[in-house]
């Protein structure tokens, strides 16, 4: 009988502070990458990269996102960086991701995931891995966004918005 690998499920983003900071990333397992966020509370951009961040936490829950006030992390971390978002794997810094601006000019959900993954596997589902794990979840993220597209022009045309 085939046993099944012990998936780790987090699921969504995860207030930490900074005495946990060290317990919840850099000694997280070594099979659980660790997205973090460097955030504050009142900055718009932090707050859009937050509502985008939402989607990827809950449909990739092996992945575990973290949000940390920039301050608690880093002491005197200057404001016009935020958001950041550091990528953990094994106790190590993989990537740094500094302002909105790096997900794109428009960030979404499909873009900050399509960025998370551009040189990892980050993102993981908890039930594809391997070598093919980032094209898997690549290949997932353009398909939910070819079909966020197709929803929201459907919608437009149901409003009777199309003219003859």
Not at 22 to 38: G, N, R
Not at 128 to 143: A, I, P, Q, R, Y
């Amino acid at each position: 009988m085939k046993q099944g690998v012990k998936i780790t499920k987090f699921g969504s983003i995860i207030p930490i502070s900074g005495s946990n900071f060290a317990h919840e990333v850099s000694e997280a397992s070594s099979d659980v990458w660790v997205v973090v966020v460097l955030y504050k509370d009142g900055y718009t951009e932090c707050g859009v990269l937050m509502q985008c961040l939402k989607e990827p936490a809950t449909t990739y829950p092996a992945t575990k996102f973290v949000q940390i006030v920039s301050t608690d992390c880093i002491l005197s971390y200057p404001d016009c960086n935020l958001p950041t978002v550091l990528v953990y794997n094994n106790g190590v810094v993989k990537a740094s991701y500094v302002g909105l601006h790096t997900f794109g000019r428009r960030c979404t959900p499909e873009g900050v995931a399509m960025v998370l993954c551009q040189s990892d596997p980050v993102l993981n589902d908890g039930q594809s891995g391997g070598e093919d794990s980032t094209e898997v979840v690549l290949e997932g993220v353009m398909k939910r966004f070819i079909e966020k597209v197709v929803t929201l022009h459907e919608n437009d045309d149901n409003d009777g918005s199309a003219s003859d």
